[in-house]
């Protein structure tokens, strides 16, 4: 008993540091909690983890999956059972539902109280439409990462079909609608399996990414693509990305069709009829890699048809000097303001009609307060824009009329899903409110 002594006294102080430890970690949780609930950031903006109590043993796998541990924390563990304490924060990456040894997480769209709408896809991301398949933003998946597997992995499901049909004569095998991250990987797939393919694109490579500012940052987890194998970005600014995929084009020889717009999809025989504004084409399936900012959301107040408003901000050196006003409270919002607002001799208003900033990431939301601190933008929540005139705006703020000279406007109020193309060609559009 006396010899075993020193291994029970070790025994116990390694217990009591992992307590404390262990403690000290429940705290900071309960804490990040409380705080997120005070500033109104309980919505998820996208996909995000639902965790079941029954199943989850508080083994912490999935806390230390995490991509954005240790910065920021989405997941923390209290009363030893994981919880959501940073709802906005998630970035819908999914490596806590992979580490999950239980089975315990689910990742889900949209909350009861925010519904996400969404086409309806399989597993397969096919729609209810057989032979016609979404990937990427457009099916909800924004992160880069996320859209380029979700291409690749349809277009491998394309390519295993297309071995029992073959397109013959003029008919494609797939038709790719879209060269953003989704409709890149794909093409970049369709190529890999021999298919015949055609990719089109309203406008250039990168599809969204391409819209971002200029300079913007971007996150990449290590992805996958097709020919080129696993490419170890993890964030680099927009001009590099971009640059990256122009250099994988013109190495692998893929084609992509700039400058066409999809107009119409027509069910023909074993396949469909595609119209485009540079022709028609016949293909055995279809793969919509939309983004869902192509139609942006407008306010609908007068004077929003003035040249001076705009819907998406490429270079903030162009307002240099300017007084402007910047509408919305989503990442683009708060990177828009704050990129206008370190130009000289600007004056810059963000209008948000909430209460708090909930949908933007921690990293803008913390610039946007050092911005506002240091006086550099003016916060206005729980506004409306009302009025947009040559020189001035005037806005709402809890019945209290404002007006501020204003040399131009941004409108970041988010993109109008294509809801009424997509029904139109039977794909059926669903809600989601906390549903895998």
């Given at each position: 008993?006396?010899?075993s002594?020193?291994?029970?006294?070790?025994l116990m102080?390694?217990w009591?540091?992992?307590?404390?430890?262990?403690?000290?970690?429940?705290?900071?949780?309960?804490?990040l909690?409380?705080?997120?609930?005070a500033?109104?950031?309980?919505?998820p903006?996208?996909?995000?983890?639902?965790?079941?109590p029954?199943?989850?043993?508080g083994?912490?796998?999935?806390?230390?999956?995490?991509?954005?541990q240790?910065?920021?924390?989405?997941?923390?563990?209290?009363?030893g059972?994981?919880?959501l304490?940073?709802?906005?924060?998630c970035?819908?990456?999914?490596?806590?539902?992979?580490?999950?040894?239980?089975?315990a997480?689910?990742?889900?769209?949209?909350?009861?109280r925010?519904?996400?709408d969404?086409?309806?896809?399989?597993e397969?991301?096919?729609?209810?439409?057989?032979?016609i398949f979404?990937?990427?933003?457009l099916?909800g998946?924004?992160?880069?990462?996320?859209?380029?597997?979700?291409?690749?992995?349809?277009?491998?499901?394309?390519?295993?079909?297309?071995k029992?049909?073959?397109a013959t004569g003029?008919?494609?095998?797939?038709?790719?609608?879209?060269?953003?991250?989704?409709?890149?990987s794909?093409?970049?797939?369709?190529k890999?399996?021999g298919?015949r393919?055609?990719?089109?694109?309203?406008?250039?490579?990168?599809?969204?990414?391409?819209?971002f500012?200029?300079g913007?940052l971007?996150m990449?987890?290590?992805?996958?693509?097709?020919?080129?194998?696993?490419?170890?970005?993890?964030e680099l600014?927009?001009?590099?990305?971009l640059?990256?995929?122009?250099?994988?084009e013109?190495?692998t020889?893929?084609?992509?069709?700039?400058?066409?717009?999809?107009?119409?999809?027509h069910?023909?025989?074993?396949?469909?009829?595609?119209?485009?504004?540079?022709?028609?084409?016949?293909?055995?399936h279809?793969?919509l890699?939309?983004?869902?900012?192509?139609?942006?959301?407008?306010?609908?107040?007068?004077?929003?048809?003035?040249?001076?408003?705009?819907?998406?901000?490429?270079?903030?050196?162009?307002?240099?000097?300017?007084k402007?006003l910047v509408?919305?409270?989503g990442?683009?919002a708060?990177?828009?303001?704050?990129?206008?607002?370190?130009?000289?001799?600007t004056?810059v208003?963000?209008?948000?009609?909430?209460?708090?900033?909930?949908r933007?990431k921690?990293?803008n939301?913390e610039r946007?307060?050092?911005m506002v601190?240091?006086?550099?933008?003016?916060?206005?929540l729980k506004?409306?824009?009302?009025?947009i005139?040559?020189?001035?705006?005037?806005l709402?703020?809890e019945?209290?009329?404002?007006?501020?000279?204003?040399d131009?406007?941004?409108?970041?109020?988010?993109?109008?899903?294509?809801?009424?193309f997509?029904?139109?060609i039977?794909i059926?559009?669903?809600?989601?409110?906390?549903?895998?």
């Amino acid at each position: 008993m006396i010899e075993s002594a020193p291994y029970i006294v070790l025994l116990m102080a390694i217990w009591a540091i992992y307590g404390g430890l262990k403690g000290r970690h429940e705290r900071k949780a309960r804490t990040l909690r409380s705080e997120a609930a005070a500033a109104g950031l309980t919505e998820p903006a996208s996909l995000h983890p639902k965790i079941d109590p029954a199943r989850c043993k508080g083994c912490g796998a999935c806390v230390s999956a995490c991509p954005e541990q240790p910065g920021h924390f989405v997941l923390g563990m209290i009363r030893g059972r994981v919880e959501l304490i940073n709802p906005t924060d998630c970035i819908g990456h999914g490596a806590c539902r992979a580490a999950c040894p239980h089975d315990a997480i689910t990742l889900v769209f949209g909350t009861e109280r925010r519904g996400v709408d969404l086409p309806l896809v399989s597993e397969e991301f096919e729609t209810n439409v057989p032979g016609i398949f979404i990937a990427g933003e457009l099916g909800g998946m924004g992160l880069i990462r996320n859209a380029i597997t979700q291409g690749r992995q349809a277009m491998d499901v394309i390519a295993r079909r297309c071995k029992e049909n073959k397109a013959t004569g003029d008919w494609l095998d797939v038709l790719i609608v879209g060269a953003g991250p989704a409709g890149f990987s794909a093409t970049l797939g369709a190529k890999q399996h021999g298919l015949r393919y055609r990719t089109i694109e309203q406008d250039s490579l990168g599809g969204t990414v391409f819209q971002f500012p200029r300079g913007k940052l971007v996150m990449t987890q290590p992805a996958e693509l097709p020919i080129v194998g696993l490419v170890k970005f993890r964030e680099l600014q927009k001009e590099e990305l971009l640059a990256f995929w122009q250099k994988v084009e013109r190495e692998t020889g893929v084609e992509i069709h700039y400058s066409e717009r999809l107009d119409e999809v027509h069910k023909e025989n074993d396949g469909f009829r595609v119209v485009t504004t540079k022709g028609e084409y016949r293909t055995r399936h279809l793969l919509l890699c939309l983004g869902r900012r192509g139609t942006p959301r407008k306010l609908g107040v007068p004077g929003e048809d003035q040249p001076k408003v705009v819907y998406r901000m490429i270079d903030p050196e162009q307002y240099r000097g300017q007084k402007v006003l910047v509408v919305g409270g989503g990442d683009s919002a708060l990177e828009a303001a704050c990129s206008i607002a370190e130009q000289p001799d600007t004056t810059v208003t963000l209008s948000y009609r909430s209460g708090a900033i909930t949908r933007a990431k921690r990293k803008n939301r913390e610039r946007l307060e050092r911005m506002v601190e240091d006086g550099r933008i003016d916060l206005l929540l729980k506004s409306n824009v009302k009025e947009i005139h040559p020189d001035h705006v005037v806005l709402d703020q809890e019945g209290e009329r404002i007006e501020i000279p204003n040399d131009a406007v941004i409108i970041n109020a988010g993109g109008i899903l294509p809801t009424p193309f997509l029904e139109r060609i039977g794909i059926e559009v669903v809600t989601k409110r906390g549903e895998a």
